[in-house]
């Protein structure tokens, strides 16, 4: 069964209107970009989406009350609510250090959740 899915490329600053052709679950063609990367994102987009995801945790004894976190990957956006849920129930001490690894392998993936902010203890 043959279908087409649009979409609107978020590769590059262009913002191409992609549509890629789907057979039988596979990518045969692609077209509307202007640019390779057009072609690789209408791909990977259309079968496996994925995204960064960026949020906050709570903090104790912290200058401020939540750290600015983010994941240091994409992750599968049909994971990104279980994600959330596992970001929401932590609450960290300070001090903090951007970098600081704050959940590995969220969501069983190969990525973490990081800090993106120093936080400094009072």
């Known amino acids: ?17 992609v549509t890629a052709v789907l ?22 987009e259309v079968i496996c989406p994925m ?8 903090v104790k004894g912290g200058n401020l009350p939540v750290v600015s976190v983010k994941t240091n990957g994409d992750i599968p956006k049909k994971q990104i609510a279980e994600c959330m849920r596992q970001i929401r129930d932590i609450e960290l001490t ?19 959740v990081i800090a993106t902010k120093d936080i400094q203890a009072v």
């Open 51 to 58: 995204r960064v995801v960026t949020s906050t945790v709570r």
């Open 1 to 17: 069964m043959k279908e087409e899915k649009t979409i609107t490329c978020i590769g590059c600053p262009m913002g191409c209107q």
């Open 94 to 112: 300070a001090p903090i250090v951007a970098g600081d690894v704050i959940v590995k392998h969220i969501v069983g993936t190969d990525t973490n």
């Open 23 to 44: 057979e039988d679950g596979k990518v045969t063609e692609v077209t509307g970009n202007t640019c390779a990367i057009g072609d690789r994102y209408a791909r990977k």
